[in-house]
Structures are given as structure tokens and as C-alpha cells.
């Protein structure tokens, strides 16, 4: 977490654009710290998956996560979303999930533009 503090911070520095990419839930309020009111343009890419196909993708990735863990990250990412004020920049779904890398470029580009 330090690492990425600090890399966050050159880059605030040299005044330079950049993607975070990271899960950013529980931490975004300390994330938008870094910067002074106005400095940057925020966007988020959500992943806005169902129950069903999010416990499918963690068994897959063979994520040591209990069904309480799951239960808890799903619940913190509606809580994140209901409150957040920062733009969503596109969705990713179950439907969209085999393209999100495609589809994640197009949307930071339409943003960036």
C-alpha cells in the first residue's frame, strides 16, 4: 500500500494523468484524498456483477474468500455506489464481462476526450 502511495503521489507531482486501477471500495475516500479539489478529473469503471456470476468468477480465480467475505464485498460495492458522486464511466456486466478490456479502453478514451 505504501508503494502505491508513494508512485500515487509522483505522479500528483509531476502533475501527470494516470489510471488506478484497483478496487477501490472501501479505500476510495482515502484514494480522492490525494488530491486537492479540482486537480483531477475522476472516473470509475464499475464492475457491476450479479451474485451468482461474482461467486462464479472468485470459485474460477480460486479466491480464498468465505460466503461472508462475498456477502460483505458485494454489500460495500452497492453502499460505494449509492453514495458516490464520482461519474461512472461505463459498467462492466455479466454480459459484458468477455469484453471489458476492449470495452474499458473505448469508455477512458470517450472520457479523456
Excluded at 500528483?12 to 477501490?24: E, L, M, W, Y
Excluded at 472468485?58 to 452497492?78: F, N, S, V
Excluded at 462492466?92 to 469508455?107: C, G, N, P, V, Y
Amino acid at each position: 500500500m505504501a508503494r502505491a502511495s508513494q508512485r500515487i503521489q509522483d505522479l500528483i507531482t509531476r502533475k501527470q494523468s494516470f489510471i488506478h486501477d484497483a478496487s477501490n471500495d472501501r479505500l476510495w475516500d482515502t484514494f480522492c484524498g490525494n488530491f486537492e479539489p479540482g486537480q483531477y478529473r475522476l472516473g470509475i469503471i464499475s464492475f457491476d456483477l450479479s451474485p451468482a456470476f461474482y461467486r462464479k468468477l472468485i470459485a474460477a480465480k480460486q479466491y480464498p474468500l468465505t460466503e461472508a467475505d462475498i456477502d460483505r464485498y458485494l454489500a460495500d460495492h452497492q453502499t460505494f455506489m449509492n453514495r458516490t458522486d464520482t461519474p461512472i464511466i461505463w459498467r462492466i456486466t455479466d454480459d459484458t464481462f468477455s469484453t471489458r478490456l476492449t470495452d474499458s479502453l473505448q469508455a477512458v478514451n470517450s472520457f479523456l476526450k
